[in-house]
């Protein structure tokens, strides 16, 4: 590392400038439900508004309108290889959401299925990536539960050896739980999936606003997350392994080409004006990372920048999911799910917590009357609600940060809540 590399990577995050590319934030609401759905960043607007007024045309044709909205959305791919750290943009499939993108991979590896192939489902995961799962009984797949530990809610690898063998085809898991907040050793669980001969799926949905996705590194087969998460639009990407997706069948219309991927698995037209829009994204974190860039409209960007943006968003949150779990953990009757630590290498800044004798929905309506967004419920990881022995409708008391949270949006959210606990 370079002496100016290295002064960049431990420069703290500029939260001035970090909310003021979010224009939502001057609204005065405080977001702490980023879990369900993040502000948008300002380029990515750019993005779409530019890209609806000057190439809003159909892709393929020869006419200059048509070619420039081609590049862009080709652009877009190759960006989003970038960030996740993908070897080459026909790996990335964009989709409307993680949990369609995941049933059209279902529905391709459906086609697939022998009777007496197996699939592994854990307990701990967001509905979309297990009912897709499950519904492969149908082609005569069996499904096999991988369990969470019933006292904290986490996953245990060495649970996962007996479930494994010959026939299983697959492995579905989250890499962070929408509830505890805690970061699955994704790249341990792959090396025992790929040493039987399956593939491996995980739910990225929770992991990527907090943290830089290295599919490489995580040696997965299938990956994916949404952007309305992730400071973008409602879009969403999923990763797959070049040799995998050109293996797999498509689902487009018969002359679709077989080896034609990404296109094989996005049956109609993707969203192009998102597919750009996504692009503001990477915009954003790469300056956020100390790399001024403007806009790259050849959607290629600097991985390191990436990087140094997500390990300061990472160090910022620690200190934020630090000073509420210091105030939860502090009083008597309050349940914290997951790990009372806020140390970032074994969690992103999600809190979920229970009150003995109250109800959540109770607090978070209480919290709802000082413009602060905050929620209640099981977040579709209904399995592991009821697996934690709670009432899964009314679930859990969830705080969900991001980096552009402040100290003070977390002190005026305690000030608020220690007179309910």
């Not at 405080?30 to 759905?37: C, E, M, R, T």
């Not at 100390?290 to 990087?307: K, P, S």
């Not at 592991?384 to 402040?406: C, I, P």
Request: contains cysteine; glycine residues 10%.
């Amino acid at each position: 590392m370079e002496p100016g590399e290295e002064v960049e990577a431990t420069r703290p995050l500029d939260l001035e400038s970090v909310r003021s590319r979010f224009p939502a934030l001057d609204r005065g609401t405080v977001f702490l439900d980023n879990g369900g759905g993040s502000q948008i960043v300002e380029p990515v607007l750019d993005r779409i508004r530019d890209y609806l007024v000057t190439s809003n045309v159909q892709l393929g044709a020869s006419y200059a309108a048509s070619r420039l909205a081609s590049d862009r959305v080709a652009a877009a791919h190759r960006a989003v290889a970038v960030l996740v750290n993908a070897t080459a943009p026909e790996e990335i499939v964009m989709g409307p959401s993680t949990t369609v993108l995941f049933r059209t991979l279902a529905e391709s590896l459906g086609r697939t299925i022998q009777p007496g192939d197996e699939v592994v489902v854990t307990t701990g995961d967001h509905e979309a990536n297990i009912a897709p799962w499950i519904a492969l009984e149908r082609f005569g797949a069996s499904v096999r539960h991988w369990r969470v530990d019933p006292r904290t809610g986490e996953l245990d690898p060495e649970d996962l050896g007996p479930l494994l063998g010959p026939r299983t085809r697959l492995v579905a898991m989250t890499h962070t739980s929408n509830v505890l907040g805690s970061i699955n050793p994704i790249r341990d669980v792959a090396d025992r999936v790929h040493a039987c001969g399956a593939w491996l799926c995980v739910d990225g949905v929770g992991f990527a606003p907090h943290r830089a996705v290295d599919v490489r590194a995580l040696g997965v087969d299938f990956y994916a997350f949404s952007f309305y998460k992730t400071f973008g639009p409602h879009h969403a990407v999923l990763y797959g392994r070049s040799e995998l997706l050109r293996a797999l069948p498509g689902l487009g219309f018969f002359f679709v080409d077989e080896a034609d991927v990404p296109y094989k698995f996005q049956p109609g037209n993707v969203n192009y004006e998102l597919s750009y829009g996504v692009m503001g994204v990477l915009d954003y974190l790469q300056e956020a990372g100390g790399l001024e860039c403007g806009d790259r409209d050849d959607g290629g960007y600097d991985r390191a920048a990436l990087e140094r943006a997500f390990d300061r968003f990472a160090r910022h949150e620690e200190a934020l999911a630090g000073r509420l779990l210091d105030f939860l953990t502090a009083k008597e009757g309050v349940r914290v799910i997951g790990s009372p630590s806020p140390d970032r290498s074994r969690r992103v800044a999600i809190v979920s917590f229970t009150v003995d004798g109250r109800r959540s929905e109770e607090i978070v309506h209480a919290v709802d009357a000082h413009d602060i967004g905050i929620r209640h419920g099981h977040f579709y990881s209904a399995r592991l609600v009821e697996a934690l022995g709670l009432d899964a409708e009314d679930g859990v008391v969830r705080v969900s940060m991001v980096h552009y949270n402040t100290a003070d949006e977390i002190d005026r959210l305690i000030e608020i809540l220690d007179p309910l606990l």
